[in-house]
């Protein structure tokens, strides 16, 4: 806890919900071990129980009688790693094309900021679905097709930082001693744009997981018999009326790990950044 109060000094909403959120991660990495349930198993004489009741179901189950809390916390597991890695991917992409064309300039830097504007004006979730419909609808196609569409915005921030070191001295001393223009961009151009990338990161991983949510919820997204918190929300608002417990849960975990994610992203722009405060 001490370390964590010299990360987010003066930010105790960071720190709690960085402790949220690696309670979280615990629980949906170790919790499922403690139940004699596996998240596909079928318990025939519990349909639908309530949380709480016999049989071991902490969380109730669902109407085919799954355990909740088995596959609450697989859901949350597969939920994180498509928003994760999906993240990864549209950084990867945003950062060199953002950092190319605020270094480059010019003709070079308007085209390349005309393309993004293009995309910008087409329908976000309409590629996404015709990705996942090409490649399939499997996690591991899921994160690349979010990630791919989700790098526009990264781009636009990383181009107007790239654009002021552009103009830096140091840069231009590089220019002048001959620097080739790759070396520039990875020894000094990417470094320098380490904490506004990784801001930004962290609030990008909650828009991802929504995304990958209200595709999982559309029935676009992680098929059944997996889980994921989406199709886990799209079961229990089939059956709000008669078991709310099967909406209430996984939108729970849902939207205590997005606020958990936006609060820790403003303390590490307050961190990184103290004009911000």
């Known amino acids: 806890m001490i370390g964590i109060r010299r990360w987010f000094p003066g930010h105790p909403a960071a720190r709690t919900s960085l402790c949220l959120l690696a309670a979280i991660a615990l629980l949906a990495v170790a919790g499922p071990k403690l139940s004699p349930w596996r998240f596909d198993d079928l318990d025939w004489a519990r349909i639908a129980s309530a949380p709480g009741g016999e049989g071991q179901h902490w969380f109730g189950t669902d ?4 355990d909740l809390f088995v596959r609450t916390l697989e859901g949350v597991r597969v939920s994180l790693a498509i928003g994760l890695l999906a993240t990864l991917v549209s950084l990867l992409i945003g950062v060199t094309w953002g950092a190319i064309a605020g270094f480059a300039g010019g003709r070079v ?3 390349m900021m005309r393309i993004v504007d ?3 004006s087409l329908p976000y ?3 996404v679905i015709l990705l996942t419909v090409t490649l399939g609808r499997t996690p591991s196609t899921l994160f690349v097709a979010i990630g791919a569409v989700g790098w526009l915005t990264m781009a636009r921030v990383v181009r107007i930082q790239a654009e ?9 001393a590089a220019i002048a001693l001959g620097v080739p223009t790759w070396r520039i961009l990875v020894r000094h151009i990417l470094p320098n744009l380490a904490g506004a990338v990784l801001v930004y990161a962290t609030l990008t991983v909650p828009g991802m997981i929504l995304i990958e949510s209200f595709l999982s919820f559309l029935g676009l997204g992680v098929q059944e018999p997996a889980a994921s918190l989406g199709n886990l929300m799209a079961q229990g608002a089939a059956e709000m009326e008669a078991a709310p417990w099967m909406l209430l849960v996984p939108c729970s975990f849902l939207v205590a790990i997005v606020l958990a994610l936006g609060f820790v992203g403003d303390g590490l722009r307050d961190l990184l950044d103290p004009r911000e405060r």
């Open 63 to 66: 109407r085919l009688g799954r």
């Open 109 to 111: 830097e308007a085209l």
């Open 118 to 120: 293009v995309f910008y």
């Open 125 to 127: 979730v309409f590629f």
């Open 164 to 172: 002021s070191l552009r103009h830096r001295e140091f840069i231009a």
